[in-house]
Each structure stands twice: as C-alpha cells, then as structure tokens.
DNA sequence: TTAGGGTTACGT
DNA sequence: ACGTAACCCTAA
C-alpha cells in the first residue's frame, strides 16, 4: 500500500530469503499491508509485492515477485505477531510450488516448532525464532525431494500457522489451499486490465497488469468467470466482497461488450 | 493457453 | 445446509 520502509536485519537473512522488519503500523492494522507493497532491501534492491491474504490471529501473507528474480524464490509468507501495532514481522520465503520443495519448506517448520513460535506471536520474543540458524541450511543445495502427481493438499505452511499442533490450540481453521480473497483493488486492476484488452487475454493481462501477483492468468479468468457471475443481472444472495458501484458497472457494460466464454473458432 | 466443468474452502 | 468464490483438471 503506502510503501512501508522496511529494513533488514541481516545480508544473510537477506539471502535466504528469510528476514526481520520493522515495520510501521497504522492504527486500523493489519489490513493495511492489503495490496501493494514497496520496500527496499538492505542491498538496495527495490521490492515490490501484493499482499493478498491475510487472517487473523496469526497474519500470513503471500506475497509474489521475490526478486532476485533468478534466485528461483517467486514468493513468500510474511507471519507477524497478532495485535501488535508495531509488529515486527517475520518475512518467511518460500518457494512458489511448495509442493515440489516440501523438504525445504519442512526444514523451516523444522526449525520454527523448535523456536518458540508461540512465544514470539505473544510478542516475547525479540528476536527472530530462527535466528541465525537458516545461515546454516544451504538452499540451493538441495535437490527438491518430492516427485510424482500428488493430490492436492494445503501448504505446510498453513497447516502449521493455522492448524498445527504447535499452534493449533487456539487457531480454529486452516486458510485456504492458495491465495485467498480477490481484495477489491485486484478487482479493479482486472477490470481494467479487461476493458484494455477485452476478454480471454488472460496471459497477456498477467504479464501487464498482475506481472508481480500471486495471480496466474487461469486465476483471473477464473475471477472473471466469478465477477460475471456475480453481477451480470444476475442475483446472487449475497457477495462476500461488496464493490463501489460505478466498478461494477464497468463490469456490466463489459460482460455485455465482450461475450463470455468468447467465442471458440474452429 | 483458454474455456469450461469439477472440486474444495469458507461465508451466511 | 447451502451458496459463493477460489482453485484444479484437461481437451482442444
């Protein structure tokens, strides 16, 4: 949102992909790391990313477009203690196909359960739990361990923020698999990004309006598909996510311009 | 890569 | 319970 300063602790955590930051809170909290996000890293590399999840007790973020972009990091979790107004935040890369690095991913997890996580979401802590333990892991070195098709499952990561035993006492449910929720700016972004280019461009929409995004092109047709279904004169109950009126008319007369699904040719 | 049906998570 | 929205699968 309103590029938060964000400085970082260490080069080696910098590395890794795994960091401490400061960061300046609003009084409304949390919600208002929803969307963009500037920063710059210690080495001076400018960051930008979309936070597009969040929840409550424990915030995660997904986050896109861990730059370097070659270091094969394409996005990352941010957890932060609950109710803190100054939260220091721990910015937890991972991988964008966890599921092909679970090793990695269970090696963080690994060391995460033995740092009292718990302790440091109570605001305890002052220190990152991993400390500098994540030095020692090589991340390149590993080969990804998994192979084969594999159903689908939620992260790990997920699982034990929300629904571990380390924290699961008092956390009720797991996020969802992905990215959670379309905020209304993403909405806006697509709508615009569609009026542009008009439907079923979905790929070239990624790459010049959600370049940096969690969202993959088959996301924001999907979403497209839901925005439709949504309001197209059509009467839902209820939407989970109310948007200002004018945008959905933009989202109205657009359905009514480009029909959806396009027209195949054969 | 896209369209579209199917599945799953989560809100009401 | 059921509806909505996000995600998955896959033919073409």
């Not at 210690?42 to 936070?51: D, I, K, N, Y």
């Not at 599921?99 to 060391?111: I, K, P, S, W, Y």
């Not at 697509?190 to 092109?217: A, D, H, I, N, P």
Request: hydrophobic share 35%.
């Amino acid at each position: 949102m309103e590029q938060a300063e964000i400085k970082f602790c260490s080069p080696e955590m910098e590395q890794t992909g795994l960091f401490w930051a400061p960061v300046q809170q609003e009084e409304q909290g949390l919600d208002d790391l929803f969307g963009d996000l500037q920063f710059t890293l210690a080495s001076g590399t400018a960051c930008e990313l979309q936070v597009t999840r969040i929840a409550t007790a424990v915030s995660i973020f997904r986050c896109s477009a861990w730059p370097p972009a070659e270091s094969g990091w394409k996005s990352f979790q941010l957890v932060s203690p609950a109710n803190s107004s100054t939260a220091e935040m721990c910015f937890i890369a991972m991988m964008e196909n966890y599921r092909e690095r679970d090793d990695d991913a269970l090696f963080v997890l690994q060391l995460l359960e033995e740092a009292d996580l718990d302790e440091w979401l109570s605001g305890g802590l002052h220190q990152s739990p991993l400390g500098d333990t994540m030095s020692n892991h090589k991340m390149e070195g590993k080969k990804s361990g998994r192979r084969g098709t594999r159903k689908r499952r939620i992260s790990p990561w997920d699982t034990f923020v929300f629904g571990g035993t380390t924290l699961g006492r008092n956390r009720e449910y797991i996020t969802r698999k992905n990215n959670s929720r379309w905020t209304a700016k993403e909405v806006k972004l697509l709508v615009q990004g569609v009026s542009k280019f008009g439907v079923g461009r979905w790929s070239m929409l990624k790459e010049k309006y959600f370049k940096t995004s969690v969202r993959t092109s088959v996301n924001l047709k999907d979403k497209w598909r839901n925005l439709l279904r949504a309001y197209k004169e059509n009467v839902q109950k209820y939407t989970l996510l109310d948007l200002e009126p004018p945008l959905v008319e933009q989202i109205r007369r657009l359905a009514a311009k480009h029909p959806y699904p396009k027209q195949r040719h054969s």
